[in-house]
């Protein structure tokens, strides 16, 4: 089974009389436990594709499966809890409350499902993104990469089966990538939880084992990395030209 299956996704938008298709008849699989990342310019489609996925659009024409569960058809009640439960999404604004601690950021997903989150689950993603002595630190307080590693854990909180991440360290400088890189890199490893990421960063894009090149809301081609940076930017080029 796919964590994630889309098939002949399409979808455009209409203003000022003009209809643009951003995204055309896209296929993507992404296997139980495997780490994917998708790179394209500004304007590719990159966002659009993750919104798609995510249920938060409707695709004009195709389907999306998460986890065996088709979302055509999903009233919006089913399809938040679907992204409670089964799909977590790490954002480049982080997205946490600023008066909540680290660790009632990363809990908040299973309190609004209704139930605490497990203590030894709790202190496992604490342990696994580093931030086992910030625990009870107020987000507000943070620096940049300690949110981001903060929305990462509360990403994994609820043993999704899909991670999707939107530009994830656009926000950060580039130690704070790397480390963000390789917490994810761990998480995936040690948790088996598969990640799709969306990043325009070939250095980011490398942590992932195969990358997938959208350009003018088409695949262009897809690659194993190999997890070497230089060889995923050379590549890269080669399918935008």
């Known amino acids: 089974m796919y964590a994630l299956e889309a098939d002949q996704l399409s979808k455009s938008f209409t203003a000022d009389n003009r209809t643009v298709d951003v995204l ?24 659009t594709l993750l919104n798609l996925l995510a249920g938060l659009l409707p695709a004009d024409a195709g389907t999306v499966t998460v986890a065996g569960q088709t979302l055509n058809g999903l009233s919006d009640q089913a399809l938040t809890l679907l992204r409670r439960r089964t799909v977590g999404i790490i954002f480049q604004d982080f997205n946490l409350i600023p008066t909540l601690t680290v660790s009632e950021n990363i809990a908040l997903p299973a309190l609004l499902d209704g139930h605490p989150l497990p203590q030894a689950r709790l202190e ?72 799709l990421l969306i990043s325009h960063d070939a250095q980011v894009a490398a942590a992932a084992e195969t990358v997938h090149v959208l350009k003018d809301g088409v695949i262009r081609g897809s690659f194993a990395s190999e997890h070497n940076a230089t060889a995923v930017a050379a590549r890269y080029l080669e399918l935008m030209a």
């Open 24 to 47: 055309k008849q896209i296929s993507l699989q992404i296997p139980e436990g495997a780490f994917h990342a998708i790179m394209g310019p500004s304007g590719s489609g990159k966002s």
């Open 124 to 195: 496992k993603l604490l342990h696994l993104v580093g931030l086992s002595h910030r625990a009870d630190q107020p987000a507000e307080k943070l620096s940049g990469g300690e949110a981001q590693r903060t929305a990462i854990a509360r990403a994994f909180a609820m043993e999704p089966r899909i991670i999707l991440a939107d530009e994830p360290t656009g926000n950060l400088d580039s130690p704070s990538a790397n480390t963000f890189c390789a917490t994810l890199t761990r998480l995936n490893k040690e948790l088996g939880t598969a990640i």
